[in-house]
């Protein structure tokens, strides 16, 4: 059975070693950090006095490739079968917070594919008409060349309201930047399909315990070799083919049936293949984690428990909360990440006390984030050098939420690609088994002069 080589531990090397480890491949994970998951960490911050996620990242009830993973990893409550390491309403809803005007609204859909909820002056968002959400048609017909704002007008409250912070949010780039035609897909794969598709989920404890350990867990059971501060540094390409990994003074050859996933971030991507063509690098993002003065109760809309609000108005974009954590999102980030994180943290909080409702309260502890290279460009022109999965070596293949999945920068696209880069080697390793010459004619490499490596008939 093949030998299948993973660089890079985030969600796509991950996802890829799982798919691939329960078909019953050898698999190696070279990781060059001192742990797994990418932009995906979760660590004990001693400032708060609380586990903290990296970054948050939302997620939807309909982000099929998402469950897939959690069911592979064991991510579902064997007695229920409900997601049990997700939470989130069992309804798509959205509290909002106007911080300019003081008004609340929440955007909730209805279950199935009729949403008769946009005749309904109460449940739409304020200042918009019935035929103001028409405009999410027009998204659904964008071309690959066109941005958000070449169909979408800017000039009725839902603009502002609904459309720029989800635009955001999902893309990470203002809507005049930003690609309609990659909206399109997220738009295809939740609002689209109904309410059912959009219930928004959160880590019960954090991305870790829910998407990370899991996996190694379950990688390590089953015999998988993780190797922790490994960085490979060269990939020795020759005769159409990948022969070595380089690993500092190690030099780790591959057999004619062995493959390799490359699942690093794309700028690391680009210093093992030059010639590799991939989207530039998107804008920051900035958390803000705050301990709130005591376990705070939720606010409630229309009687339900809020995990997650959306604010429009202000420097806060999104708020995630879980127990004694207020976490804040800020995307499309760059000019907000060269401000002190203390005067980060003072607007914010004053922002967040008042859509939690809080009163005056004093700065309680916090930690900002800054995450300089967090998505790749989504621009229309971006998009376009997005690669493919398969590359012109023949045990090569790529992964990482920047390749061509046809979505964003997210949790989604990140699994999908691992899921893609596993698929296109368990075909190569069927190929391969089905032309596999006779023993006496089978190959060998062995390691030859320079980095390279030559083929050799082996002897009859």
Known sequence: MAHIHIIGAGLAGLAAAVRLIDNGHQITLYEAAARAGGRCRSFHDEQLGLLIDNGNHLMLSGNRSLHAYLDEIGGRDPISGAMDQLIGPNEARFPFFDLESGERWTFALDKGLWQGWVFDRKRRIPGSRPRDYLSALSLLMARKSECITDRL??????????????????????????????????????????????????????????????????????????????????????????????????????????????????????????????????????????????????????????????????????????????????SAANAVARRPADEIARICWGEVSRALQL??????????????????????????????????????????????????????????????????CLQKSRAFQQHKPPLNNQHRYSAGSGHQHQLKSKAE
Request: aromatic content about 4%; some cysteine.
């Open 153 to 330: 007008s800017v000039n009725h409250p839902l603009y502002r309201r609904l459309w720029e912070p989800l635009v955001v949010a999902v893309l990470n780039c203002a809507p005049a930047d930003g690609s309609a035609h990659l909206l399109r897909r997220v738009l295809r794969e939740s609002f689209a399909r109904g309410g059912a598709y959009c219930q928004p989920r959160m880590a019960r404890l954090s991305l870790a315990h829910c998407l990370i350990d899991p996996a190694l867990e379950k990688l390590q059971k089953a015999g998988a070799t993780i190797r922790f501060h490994s960085r490979i540094n060269r990939l020795d390409l020759a005769d159409g083919r990948l022969q070595a990994l380089s690993l500092g003074d190690e030099l780790i050859p591959l057999g004619a049936e062995d493959q390799a996933i490359c699942a690093t971030p794309a700028p690391i991507a680009r210093t093992l293949l030059p010639d590799l063509s991939t989207p530039p690098d998107g804008e920051a993002i900035v958390n803000i984690h705050f301990r709130l003065p005591a376990k705070a109760v939720h606010p409630e809309q229309d009687g339900a428990s809020v995990e997650i609000i959306g604010l429009v108005g202000g420097l806060s974009q999104w708020i995630f909360l879980r127990d004694e954590l207020a976490s804040v999102t800020i």
């Open 359 to 424: 009163g005056d309260q004093p700065l309680p502890p916090f930690r900002v984030i800054k995450e300089k290279r967090a998505t790749f460009a989504a621009s229309p022109e971006a998009e376009a050098l997005r690669p493919k999965a398969a590359t012109q070596w023949a045990n090569l293949i790529l992964a990482g939420d920047w390749t061509a999945t046809g979505l964003p920068s997210t949790i989604e696209g990140a699994i999908r690609s691992g899921h893609k880069a596993a698929h296109i």
